[in-house]
């Protein structure tokens, strides 16, 4: 049981350069989310899935899509990456029968 | 708008010394649920206690304790005779249940996170 995964954990882009940050789950969750946490400002949610098939914006959604493949995985893209986008990007996962949320280990991207 | 502050942006303490980290919340719903999360040097989130606005009894977990109150809107976390290993990122987040007694599809709100240094 691996709870949530994330691929990469680091990734350095160049501005204007795409990419997508994969996340998968196997504890038969019905909600994901993506995050981004910066020095200082805590996590924020960037977009969520509160069921396969649907995504909701979050927070801080500009710059970003998301695609909930299945109900295991939920994919983050950017399609323009900017400098503004340096950050750790936490995906998770909600088990709605206890209504916790539960973390994979995060992405470290530097866009320059 | 959920709002949650973490006006202490760090602490350092000597091992044994007990700390409360404080968290103090904004939200305008009846119903939701407050967390705490530790984040070691590692960089990974650890889900440490969850509670629900309903439910106000304070909570022991060995060294941890919870402080819920809700006249004052906050839910600080002391641990007791701190140890090196208590070195960490915490962060207090609060999230609403979208209807009563329904989920709140996890929308987390953090805080700025709370740095605790003990040393040695």
């Known amino acids: 049981n691996a709870g949530v995964t994330q691929t990469p954990k680091f990734q350095v882009l160049k501005t204007g350069q795409s990419m997508t940050l994969q996340c998968a789950q196997d504890?038969?969750?019905?909600?994901m989310y993506w995050y981004r946490q910066d020095p200082g400002m805590g996590l924020r949610l960037i977009y969520y899935?509160?069921?396969?098939?649907?995504?909701d914006k979050g927070e801080v959604p500009n710059g970003y899509n998301v695609s909930r493949l299945n109900k295991r995985e939920f994919s983050l893209r950017l399609e323009s990456a900017a400098p503004s986008q340096t950050s750790v990007y936490f995906c998770?996962?909600?088990?709605?029968?206890?209504?916790?949320?539960?973390f994979g280990p995060g992405t470290r991207l530097t866009v320059l | 708008a959920q709002k949650v502050t973490q006006a202490q942006t760090e602490i350092s303490v000597v091992e044994k010394e007990d700390v409360t980290l404080d968290c103090v919340y904004e939200t305008r719903d009846t119903t939701y649920y407050l967390f705490w999360y530790k984040q070691p040097p590692s960089g990974e989130l650890v889900f440490l206690i969850r509670r629900n606005s309903f439910d106000e009894q304070n909570e022991i977990s060995g060294r941890y304790s919870w402080n819920f109150q809700k006249s004052t809107s906050s839910f600080n976390f002391t641990i007791t005779a701190s140890q090196v290993v208590d070195s960490a990122v915490y962060f207090c987040a609060l999230s609403e249940a979208n209807n009563a007694g329904g989920t709140s599809y996890g929308k987390l709100t953090f805080g700025q996170g709370t740095i605790l240094t003990v040393h040695p």
């Open positions: 998770a996962s909600n088990a709605i029968s206890t209504d916790t949320q539960y």
């Open positions: 899935s509160a069921s396969e098939g649907t995504t």
């Open positions: 504890m038969n969750h019905n909600s």
